[in-house]
């Protein structure tokens, strides 16, 4: 069986690594000529990290970032919420990976060379169009710099080609762009003191004024280390500027000012967003889920498949997952049964993946954020007269479950 990935992103070289594993032939094009280290932070969920577990990939990624060991949620006046412990530390058999996304992304671009060879991951080749006859699928690729134009075939193609995806629009060309929430994302990195456990994400504010932040690399000899942050607010009276580009630079008076009078014991936010060498602005969008992903030998993958709201975690993390169903279940079926394989992976991830394009919609487990908000604006004496005996501890659950990753004991 030969399979070709469209996008060479953390959804696609998972996906090609996964099927290379499993004795599949695949190549992979990759519409970038050069691929850089771009993005700032993102967390890998312990079910997907369970996945990379399964491609042998923990000694490549761990070192690269780190091992969350808790989650907190604020409110704007810095008054604790509610708090969980994280991977490991919570009891799963592997951790939550904060990491930067470019760190991660070169780290499996280098792995899936050298599993699949050179060759097999072919960059400057983007996909432009194909056809697919039910049996085999033909696709044309433009190769960025000469404009030359090279053609391929393969028993499966595979859309992992992000956001605004090719694949996703030949099957829905109505769709138009992404849609937007009218919120705005600041994203950067600063190197401060570490702060809390010094593995501590946190979200504070509520919708539409959030600040969410985490560390990326372990403590340097002077305890410094990276933090990711993301500051979040209401800019619908702007409008939607230009196409989503994860690296348009921002700016900081677009957004410092309702952010600057955060100073808490353990951390003087201001400070954090002035101390950040660029900042990247992304406005908060998603796609409706579809209602089928695979059409004849094509289906979709990650991003295309699903884009998402980047709140709970989940764009890498479901991307891997992805991955790996679509892996397994192509190589159990083998050769004379794609067509049901590709059924079967849309019925198991399409459902999955659009209840999290829902619940982060209803800001996902980040709800207790507002609530805390609607209730007690001016801040609380003790947080149990804010919440309901339970209450947080079940949306914290509540969304896990829906995103696969709870464990037996927060199960309802
Ligand atoms: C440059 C960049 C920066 C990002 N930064 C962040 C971040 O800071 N924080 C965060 O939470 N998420 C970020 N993301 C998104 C995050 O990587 C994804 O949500 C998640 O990893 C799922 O990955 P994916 O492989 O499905 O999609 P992506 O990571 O978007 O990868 C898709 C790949 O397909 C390629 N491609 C597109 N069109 C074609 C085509 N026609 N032919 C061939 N290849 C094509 C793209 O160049 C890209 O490499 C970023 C994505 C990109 C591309």
Redesign the pocket.
């Known amino acids: 069986m030969r399979v070709i990935i ?8 998972t996906a090609a690594m996964a099927l290379h594993a499993r004795g599949v032939d695949v190549q992979v ?4 000529q050069d ?2 280290p ?5 967390n890998v969920l312990p079910h997907a990290m369970a996945k990379l577990d399964r491609l042998d990939l923990l000694p490549t990624v761990l070192p690269l970032g780190v091992q969350t060991a808790e989650l907190c949620f604020y409110n704007l006046h810095g008054q604790l919420i509610w708090s969980e412990p994280r991977g490991v530390a919570a009891g799963y058999p592997v951790p939550q990976l904060s990491v930067h ?2 760190r991660l ?1 070169m780290a499996l671009l280098d792995e899936a060379r050298a599993r699949l060879g050179e060759g097999r991951v072919l960059t400057g ?4 169009s194909f056809t697919d006859d039910g049996r085999r699928v033909e696709v044309e ?1 433009e190769c960025r710099g000469d404009d030359t134009v090279v053609r391929d075939h393969a028993d499966v193609l595979i859309g ?8 996703r629009r030949r099957f829905h060309p109505d769709e138009g762009l992404p849609q937007w929430s009218g919120n705005v994302l600041w ?1 950067a990195t600063t190197v401060v003191p570490g702060y809390l456990t010094g593995r501590s994400m946190f979200m504070a504010g509520h919708r539409p004024h959030k600040f969410v932040a985490y560390p990326i690399t372990e403590p340097d000899a002077a305890g410094h280390q990276v933090i990711n942050w993301i500051a979040e607010l209401d800019r619908r009276e702007l409008g939607l500027a230009a196409r989503e580009d ?2 348009r630079v921002g700016s900081l008076e677009d957004f410092l000012p309702r952010f600057e009078n955060w100073v808490w014991d353990w951390l003087d936010v201001g400070a954090l967003i002035r101390g950040a060498e660029a900042v ?1 602005e ?1 406005p908060m969008v998603d796609r409706d889920p579809l209602d089928r992903w695979t059409v004849g030998r094509v289906t979709l ?5 699903h ?1 998402m709201y ?1 709140i709970g975690s989940n ?2 993390s ?2 891997i997952l992805d991955a790996l169903t679509i892996a397994d279940l192509l190589a159990a079926a083998g050769s004379g049964a794609i067509d049901a394989a590709l059924q079967a992976y849309d019925d198991d991830r399409r459902p999955t993946t659009a209840a999290i394009v829902l619940s982060n919609r209803r800001h996902g487990p980040e709800v207790m954020l507002d609530l805390a908000q609607e209730r007690a604006p001016g801040g609380f004496a003790d947080v149990a007269d804010v919440f309901a005996a339970g209450e947080r501890e079940e949306i914290a659950n509540r969304y896990k479950q829906t995103a696969g990753f709870s464990l037996p004991s927060q199960r309802g």
């Open positions: 469209a996008g060479g992103g953390i959804g696609g070289l094009y990759e519409a970038v691929l850089q771009l993005g700032v932070g993102i996304r470019g992304h080749h983007a996909l432009r690729l992992a080609d992000g956001i605004h995806s090719t694949v994203r994860w690296n990247y992304f993958l990650g991003d295309a498949a884009p980047p764009g890498a479901q991307a």
